[in-house]
C-alpha cells in the first residue's frame, strides 16, 4: 500500500474539515498529518461545572457535551486518527443521582440514533467498551444494533467506554483467559500469562494503545480509565471544560503532543529514530 503523504491528503483534508477559523488554519499548518496519535483517548471531564457557571442543572451539560463530542468524532475521523475511545460512564457513576443516570443512559440512546447517519457517513466503525452486560436493556439494544450497522465501515474506530472500569476489565481478562484455560485440552498445564495474552482478552482488543489522553477540566487523575493501555501515553490535561473543548482546542491539543518527546523508557539517539514501543495491543 503506498502510504498517504501530507501531500496528498493536505487538499482533501482540508476540504474535509469544512470551513476553519483563521486560528485552526494556523493550527493545521503546524500539525504533522503522519504523526498524528493512532488512538486518542478522552476523559469527557466538567459538564457538571459547566452547567453550575450558567446557572443551569447538570443535565444542561450533559447534553452541551454531546455536541462537543460530535465536534470530536468527526474531526477525528477525518484527521485519519485511526481510534478515538470516549469515556461516557465509569462503573463509578452509577453512584451518582438516579434521575442523572437515567438522563445519561437516555442521552447515549438519544445520541446513538440521532448520530447514525453522521456515523455512516464518515464510515466510522463503533465498539463499546465496558460490562455491557450490566446496562438497561434498551441501552444494550442500541449498543448492539449501532456495532451491527457500523461493523462494515472501514474508517476511524469509534470506542464509547460504557460502565467501564479500568481494574474491572484487567479482572474480566483475567477471568476469561481461565476460563479459556479450563476448557482448553492443555488446561491441565498451567502456563504463563504474557503480556500479550493479557492484552488479546482487554476490551480493546486489536486496537492500538492510545498513544494520546486527553482530560478536560483540570483534574490530574486517570479515573480508573484504560489503565493496561495508556502505560505509554502522553497524558495532556486542559482547564477548558468538556462542552468548550471545541475543534480549535482539540487541534491545539495535537500540535501540543507532536512537541512531545515520546521515548517509551528507552533513550533517543541523536534526534534521529524514536525507540518503538515495548508493545502495541493487537500488533
Ligand atoms: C463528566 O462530567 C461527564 C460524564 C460523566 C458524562 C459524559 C457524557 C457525555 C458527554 C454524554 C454523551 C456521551 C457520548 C459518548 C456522546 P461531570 O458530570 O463529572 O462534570 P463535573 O466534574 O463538572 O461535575
Not at 3 to 19: D, F, N, Q, R, Y
Not at 106 to 130: A, S, V
Not at 188 to 209: A, N, Q
Request: glycine share 6%; aromatic share 6%.
Amino acid at each position: 500500500m503506498t502510504p498517504i503523504t501530507h501531500k496528498t491528503l493536505e487538499v482533501p483534508l482540508l476540504a474535509a474539515l469544512g470551513p476553519v477559523t483563521p486560528e485552526e488554519s494556523r493550527l493545521l499548518e503546524k500539525l504533522d498529518l503522519q504523526r498524528l496519535p493512532r488512538h486518542l483517548a478522552v476523559i469527557m471531564d466538567g459538564n457538571g461545572r459547566w452547567a453550575q457557571k450558567r446557572h443551569l442543572p447538570r443535565i444542561a451539560g450533559h447534553r452541551a457535551g454531546t455536541q462537543t463530542a460530535r465536534t470530536t468524532i468527526e474531526t477525528c475521523a477525518r484527521l485519519h486518527v485511526e481510534a478515538l475511545t470516549l469515556y461516557a460512564f465509569s462503573v463509578e457513576n452509577w453512584r451518582r443521582p438516579q434521575a442523572e443516570i437515567d438522563f445519561l443512559m437516555q442521552l447515549l440512546r438519544e445520541y446513538l440514533r440521532q448520530e447514525m447517519p453522521l456515523i455512516q457517513k464518515n464510515n466510522i466503525r463503533m465498539r463499546f467498551l465496558g460490562r455491557l452486560e450490566e446496562l438497561p436493556a434498551g441501552v444494550q439494544n442500541d449498543v448492539r444494533e449501532s456495532m451491527e450497522k457500523t461493523a462494515g465501515n472501514q474508517g476511524m474506530v469509534l470506542c464509547v467506554a460504557l460502565n467501564y472500569g479500568g481494574r474491572a476489565e484487567i479482572v474480566d481478562a483475567v477471568n476469561a483467559i481461565l476460563a479459556a484455560e479450563r476448557t482448553s485440552l492443555a488446561g491441565s498445564v498451567p502456563r504463563r500469562v504474557s503480556e500479550e495474552d493479557l492484552s488479546r482478552h482487554l476490551y480493546t482488543d486489536g486496537l492500538p494503545d492510545p498513544d494520546l489522553l486527553i482530560r478536560t477540566s483540570g483534574e490530574m487523575r486517570v479515573s480508573n480509565f484504560l489503565l493496561w493501555q495508556i502505560a505509554y501515553a502522553e497524558i495532556l490535561v486542559t482547564e477548558t471544560l468538556w462542552p468548550d473543548f471545541n475543534r480549535t482546542r482539540l487541534l491545539e491539543a495535537l500540535v501540543e503532543y507532536q512537541k512531545r518527546e515520546r521515548r517509551y523508557g528507552g533513550i533517543r539517539e541523536d534526534g534521529s529514530e524514536e525507540p518503538k514501543p515495548a508493545r502495541v495491543a493487537g500488533e
